[in-house]
């Protein structure tokens, strides 16, 4: 079982994969049904949090402690219907409430499977990317997502690390039906054979190139993310809650997936590659919704819309490169053109940065 979010050409979409979606003309898997939460071990009493019910201020969480991974059963215990029921601010009054879920804590991992032909240079641009996201300003927005106790606040990840990457070579073909059901046996698949650990305080993304056509890639969404069920590869726990994204190449559909203004036959991009500028900008909408709501029930509003999907395609005010290319961060040696996303913080708004 799995639950899928997808990030639509400028919308977005909560799926219950056991229907039809609008606008797909397979649908998606319809074996597949939202899944129940799978939580890690509860905490012993010195790590869990305080019972709620919880009065959420409306402002920033001065209160947080960062747990790490270890600790992604904090919320174990929270009754969602007595926080609803007890707090007169809900929904959020900055823009997107709590719905009960967890987030993702500690240092997240990052596991990029490149399917299909890719230049290596594009490959390399896209991992210093994730080398440097975490720990940025940027990713600093990510700290104003918690898991609340009644006297202080669990905060999401603000660190992120590329743990392992994997190159194939079109193993299931260049077209497929699906797409959710593809990526899942992808990842479990390198679980298995142990080219990739399971890791559940991580995101696996596969990448497919811009000559393959996965499910309704390119005309419904240009990536999703996801949480599924898998194992540890060596038989022994099968209840692992892993969360699973699928980015597409951009190049497929630059009109589509790139938020460029202009894609003629050679678009102004910050590093001169529009495969590469695409996909991080994709990729960081993703890791964020995935940090912030990797199970679709933590952090997501109430017309389903996550962080990073009410800034989709907003860049702020690009200063441009002396190639001419627009970019809005910096990150390492690279300039880079990125969505904004949503500081949940003081009425709520978009940004690039937090604090």
Same mark, same amino acid.
């Given at each position: 079982?799995r639950?899928?979010?997808?990030?639509?050409? %400028?919308?977005?979409?909560?799926?219950?994969?056991?229907?039809?979606?609008?606008?797909? &003309?397979?649908?998606?898997?319809?074996?597949?049904?939202?899944?129940? $939460?799978?939580?890690?071990?509860?905490?012993?009493?010195?790590?869990?949090?305080?019972?709620?019910?919880?009065?959420?201020?409306?402002?920033?969480?001065?209160?947080?402690?960062?747990? *790490? %991974?270890?600790?992604a059963?904090?919320?174990?215990?929270?009754d969602?219907?007595?926080?609803i029921?007890?707090?007169? =601010?809900?929904?959020?009054?900055?823009?997107?409430p709590?719905?009960?879920?967890?987030?993702? +804590?500690?240092?997240?991992?990052?596991?990029?499977i490149?399917?299909?032909?890719?230049?290596?240079?594009?490959?390399a641009?896209?991992?210093?990317?994730?080398?440097?996201l975490g720990?940025?300003?940027?990713?600093? !927005?990510?700290?104003?997502?918690?898991?609340?106790?009644?006297?202080?606040?669990?905060?999401?990840?603000?660190?992120?690390?590329?743990?392992?990457?994997?190159?194939?070579?079109?193993?299931?073909?260049?077209t497929?039906?699906? =797409?959710?059901?593809?990526?899942?046996?992808?990842?479990?698949?390198? @679980?298995?054979?142990?080219?990739?650990?399971?890791?559940?305080?991580?995101l696996?993304? $596969?990448?497919?190139a811009a000559?393959?056509? +996965?499910?309704?890639?390119?005309?419904?969404?240009?990536?999703?993310?996801?949480?599924?069920?898998?194992?540890?590869?060596?038989?022994?726990?099968?209840?692992?809650?892993?969360?699973?994204?699928?980015?597409i190449?951009?190049?497929?559909?630059p009109?589509?997936?790139?938020g460029?203004?202009r894609?003629?036959?050679?678009?102004?991009?910050?590093? %001169? *590659?529009?495969?590469? =500028?695409?996909v $991080?900008?994709?990729?960081?909408?993703? !890791?964020?919704?995935? @940090? &912030? *709501?990797?199970?679709?029930?933590?952090?997501?509003?109430?017309?389903?819309?996550?962080?990073?999907?009410?800034?989709?395609?907003?860049?702020?005010?690009?200063?441009?490169?002396?190639?001419?290319?627009?970019?809005?961060?910096?990150?390492?040696?690279?300039?880079?053109? @990125?969505?904004?996303n949503?500081?949940?913080?003081?009425?709520?708004?978009?940004?690039?940065?937090f604090?």
């Amino acid at each position: 079982m799995r639950r899928v979010f997808a990030y639509l050409l %400028g919308l977005t979409l909560a799926a219950n994969l056991a229907t039809t979606v609008e606008g797909c &003309s397979d649908g998606l898997p319809a074996e597949a049904e939202l899944a129940q $939460v799978v939580l890690a071990p509860t905490p012993s009493p010195s790590e869990a949090p305080d019972a709620p019910p919880f009065q959420l201020p409306p402002g920033l969480p001065t209160d947080c402690v960062f747990p *790490d %991974g270890s600790a992604a059963g904090v919320h174990s215990n929270f009754d969602t219907d007595a926080y609803i029921a007890n707090n007169t =601010d809900w929904p959020d009054p900055n823009g997107i409430p709590y719905q009960g879920g967890n987030v993702l +804590f500690g240092t997240v991992g990052v596991y990029l499977i490149w399917y299909g032909d890719w230049a290596p240079s594009t490959r390399a641009i896209v991992e210093d990317f994730v080398r440097h996201l975490g720990d940025s300003p940027y990713f600093g !927005i990510l700290r104003t997502y918690y898991v609340p106790g009644s006297s202080r606040k669990y905060c999401a990840s603000g660190s992120l690390e590329l743990r392992g990457e994997v190159l194939d070579n079109y193993s299931m073909g260049h077209t497929t039906k699906t =797409d959710v059901s593809v990526v899942e046996e992808l990842v479990l698949a390198n @679980i298995a054979s142990h080219a990739l650990p399971a890791d559940t305080n991580a995101l696996y993304v $596969v990448l497919p190139a811009a000559d393959t056509r +996965f499910g309704e890639a390119c005309t419904v969404y240009c990536g999703w993310h996801a949480s599924t069920q898998g194992d540890d590869g060596d038989g022994g726990n099968n209840n692992l809650d892993l969360k699973i994204s699928m980015v597409i190449d951009p190049t497929a559909c630059p009109a589509l997936c790139t938020g460029l203004e202009r894609v003629d036959a050679a678009p102004l991009t910050p590093n %001169g *590659d529009l495969a590469a =500028d695409g996909v $991080v900008s994709l990729l960081a909408h993703e !890791i964020e919704e995935t @940090i &912030s *709501d990797p199970d679709l029930n933590a952090w997501i509003d109430l017309d389903y819309t996550e962080n990073a999907d009410k800034c989709a395609w907003t860049f702020g005010s690009p200063r441009t490169l002396e190639s001419g290319a627009p970019t809005n961060m910096r990150l390492g040696t690279h300039d880079y053109l @990125i969505q904004r996303n949503w500081v949940n913080y003081d009425g709520g708004y978009c940004a690039l940065s937090f604090p």
